[in-house]
């Protein structure tokens, strides 16, 4: 599918900031989030110029951003080192607006390359020009500008993260309708990741959908995980395996720590490293914090990633002697996960809450009532009126159980199915 380019308002409008008054700019986001497009997009508006950094030796490195936009220099110089392409661009005529995209390959190449912008974005990026620095690797960029001994650290104007799209953009540029479950069905498959979008075809079941990405011969899923990691420099089988454990049902430490057969210890690093690039969230029950409790969950963040390890790795084997009904139910059941974070989404500040038999699906502050509270039960279904009563009355019973009852008595009392999916058009 041929997708139009929506949303991502926020980032242009930050882009179109910096550029008013120039400087160095650093933007990054996961592999196949739309992050090429959103430049690329936006240096068309601004004739600006666009250059993807490739892997190889530094001259091959350097020789390719020369020829990318040597039509638009002034100059019949070729350069043989950074700084002389850097001296290129300071005498250029005129305000410019260059892109280097996936620039830690750069840097992977030649260490020596941040200390050398450094001096150069403080003696010699010419008044009003543009410099965008983009990259994949979340640890990577986050290494190169935010570590405080790093040379680019507080050079750049603004670091700007570009995160997965939300479901209405996803429905906008598939042409789905916002309202229907099978939209959304679709979406918890491939999430806010705009690559994955491009396997939807006209007419497509959400069964159709996932064969094509996840069960089909040699499908584009197959290995996306291992790239993933990969690109952030997650390595070993620990971070795979710590994955496949939560996506099986293991939420609590001790839990995959023993389906691992190791102890709690030996994951803390793998944890980290998980959570830094956003692989993993970490959830803890409402008003609660790391310094007062150990009651942490642990969940796959991205919804095509939890279907990887929640329904294809497990099922990768039997999926083509499944009926059909039994591979809906597997993706309706991944679905529903989708769905409460879909609505705790919509609630500021919005988390699960759990204590011995009780789990709340979402507890958020009331914005109407300074000191209350939301408590919804999320239905991954559309509910009849007597079915939402019903739901109510053994959402209040749950509540009277739980300590935080005894701490909040003003409540607003919410059963959210999927009759809120219209809101989002």
């Not at 041929?2 to 400087?23: P, Q, W, Y």
């Not at 300071?90 to 200390?115: H, K, M, N």
């Not at 009563?389 to 009852?405: D, E, H, I, M, P």
């Amino acid at each position: 599918m041929n997708l139009a380019f929506v949303n991502r308002e926020a980032e242009l409008k930050e882009l179109d900031a910096v550029a008013a008054k120039g400087g160095l700019l650093a933007l990054y986001g996961r592999r196949r989030v739309g992050k090429t497009r959103l430049l690329v997009e936006w240096l068309k508006r601004r004739d600006g110029w666009y250059s993807q950094a490739i892997e190889g030796p530094g001259d091959m490195q350097l020789q390719q951003l020369f020829e990318d936009i040597r039509s638009r220099l002034q100059t019949s110089v070729v350069p043989k080192t950074w700084s002389e392409l850097f001296e290129l661009l300071r005498l250029q005529r005129g305000r410019w607006t260059l892109c280097i995209d996936e620039f830690p390959y750069l840097v992977a190449t030649d260490r020596t390359l941040p200390s050398q912008l450094q001096r150069w974005l403080d003696h010699g990026l010419p008044a009003g020009c543009t410099l965008i620095l983009a990259g994949s690797s979340t640890r990577m960029m986050h290494s190169l500008f935010l570590h405080r001994a790093a040379p680019l650290f507080g050079r750049a104007r603004k670091l700007i993260q570009v995160q997965p799209m939300s479901y209405t953009a996803f429905c906008a540029a598939c042409r789905l309708k916002a309202g229907d479950m099978d939209s959304f069905l679709k979406f918890s498959l491939v999430g806010g990741v705009p690559k994955y979008w491009e396997f939807l075809e006209a007419n497509q079941t959400p069964v159709g959908l996932a064969e094509a990405l996840y069960f089909d011969f040699a499908p584009y899923m197959e290995q996306e995980p291992q790239r993933l990691l990969r690109d952030e420099g997650v390595t070993g089988l620990n971070a795979l395996a710590v994955l496949e454990a939560i996506g099986r049902g293991a939420e609590r430490t001790s839990e995959i720590a023993t389906r691992l057969g190791t102890a709690q210890t030996g994951l803390s690093r793998v944890f980290q490293q998980l959570l830094d690039v956003s692989a993993l969230t970490r959830e803890l029950p409402f008003g609660e914090s790391m310094r007062t409790t150990k009651r942490s969950l642990y969940r796959i963040q991205d919804p095509s990633l939890r279907f990887w390890f929640r329904v294809y790795s497990p099922q990768q084997s039997l999926w083509r002697t499944l009926a059909t009904a039994q591979k809906q139910k597997l993706i309706h059941e991944h679905a529903s996960t989708v769905f409460e974070d879909f609505c705790r989404q919509r609630h500021p500040g919005a988390q699960r809450y759990w204590e011995g038999d009780v789990e709340l699906d979402l507890v958020a502050p009331d914005p109407d009532q300074p000191k209350g509270l939301i408590v919804a039960e999320v239905k991954w279904r559309r509910l009849t009126a007597a079915e939402r009563a019903n739901v109510r009355r053994q959402l209040q019973g749950k509540w009277s159980r739980c300590q935080l009852a005894k701490k909040f008595a003003a409540v607003r009392f919410e059963v959210l199915d999927a009759g809120v999916l219209e809101d989002a058009t």
